[in-house]
């Protein structure tokens, strides 16, 4: 028996299916967490990571890591066929993307404050042509900023 498995493992390890194996995994879908805080590096009223790049069906967790945010889609910010959300203040929520495109999230009660967040479904990068008009002053510069970052 012990002869039959190191020739099953010799073999999985010298053909290239290791490779293979590895590559599968990162097309399945994967979760990725961000985290809805006070303050960080960026300044007040962060999520981290303030840009998010996933495929579609990959799920997104919101962690309430900080009391009295929660995450939601903002209007205007949605792909076409997309789905908006709004989670509970406090609450984590767990939310999976299968609409490529640019995806704009906020949190309700700080919006204003500038906290928001980008999340780049498929691989079109976010720009500035993303941006509605009608975003608060906050919001618009933390967005630019992120873009800034990011781009």
């Known amino acids: 028996m012990k002869m039959l498995l190191r020739t099953a493992v010799l073999l999985f390890l010298t053909t290239g299916f290791l490779p ?4 599968a995994e990162t097309l399945s879908p994967q979760i990725h967490t961000v985290e809805m805080l ?4 960026s300044g007040p009223m962060p ?4 840009y998010l790049v996933i495929q579609p069906g990959d799920t997104v967790k919101f962690l ?3 009391a009295g945010h ?4 903002i209007e205007g910010m949605i792909p076409e066929g997309g789905e908006a959300f709004i989670g509970n203040i406090n609450q984590e929520i767990e ?11 906020k949190c309700s009660p700080h919006y204003t404050m500038g906290m928001v967040m980008l999340i780049q479904v498929g691989d079109t990068p976010a720009s500035a042509d ?3 008009g009608d975003l608060p002053p906050a919001a618009r510069q933390r967005f630019l900023d ?3 970052a990011n781009g």
């Open 20 to 23: 293979l194996a590895a590559f």
């Open 38 to 41: 006070n303050r960080d590096d």
């Open 47 to 50: 999520f981290a990571p303030g």
């Open 64 to 66: 309430a890591t900080h």
């Open 70 to 73: 929660n995450a939601a889609t």
């Open 95 to 105: 939310v999976t993307f299968d609409q490529e495109g640019i995806w704009g999230i």
């Open 130 to 132: 993303d941006l509605p």
């Open 146 to 148: 992120i873009l800034s």
